[in-house]
């Protein structure tokens, strides 16, 4: 059965690529998919190895939830809108430091018009001009982020769409249901910065810390 | 030929720091009547109240992208010969030819220097 699977998946997946030129991109995401659907459901089975692949890359995006969520450690109402949440942080943030950047060069640039005109005052003018140049990084990130974030949320989509039509419900089997601090490994600590809105200030790290 | 600087210049994008940048190298140029709007829809608006000499605008804008405001500024009789200049990240060959059918006059791709912009409004105004 697993080896009829993989024959029909892998004959599929060539006539895509061909179709593509060789060229997989987002948009084939729903082709693939319904490749794995049709070739499991003529392999005859759910508990072939290739279900059992898509489950892993399930749970590792369900991790992936929890990992980012700030609020449910369990993940079972986190969604990719968390991730989502914390790509737009980056974005504001570097909006926010392109902000203080031109506001610090318009300062400069005011300050130049009192001067008297001089090599000086030009040189001094072509560097500030550069760092607003420089600041076109911000657009250029959000638009990646968001490029990001709709990747994940089609992945995401997919890979549910394909659980649930063989009646798999991941949340069910998901192994990271909340632990106890005691069994808190390694990585469990390791959660990067919460988003702002869920952020504590020094004070209240300093209360926690002094009881 | 020197530029009419003193033109009303329209800059269209969704992102605000894009909008600053764009401004202050106009300002450099000498364009000081700038005015700003964060999509298509809300250019429109703008256009409807005011005569522009330049329309510098983004692509990827929501409800209404760059290209759907080009066409619709190319439409209609009051702001069809408005010179129109495209500044995006958007770079693949199909964008560039189908900005260009829609009636784009210049075409400036993300990042860009001051240089570029002068060079490309210059081509676009005659100066």
Redesign the interface.
Known sequence: MKHRVGKVLLSRLEEISQQSGGQLNIQDIDAIIESVEVAIKEGGGQDSSLLSGVKDIANEIRLLKQNLSTDNKNGNNASLGAAGLELDAIAQST?TA??TI?DA??QI?SQLGQLPHSDAKDAI?QQV??I??A??????T??RITKVIRTFDTVDKHISRLLKSFGIDISSTSPEAHKPLDQWTNEDFKNGPQLSKDAPSQDDIDKLFNG | MAMNTSMNVLIV?D????L??IR??LN?IGFNNVDEATDGTAALKKLEEKQYGLIISDW?MEPMSGLELLQKVRATEATKAIPFIMVT?ESKPENVVKAKEAGVNNYIV?????DTLRGKIAAVLGG
């Open positions: 909006e392109a902000n031109m060069c318009e640039q003018q001009t550069q607003f140049e600041c076109n990084f911000q657009d250029l959000g638009q | 994008d992102y605000k720091t894009m600053r940048i202050n190298l450099q990827n990240a993300k990042p860009f220097n001051a």
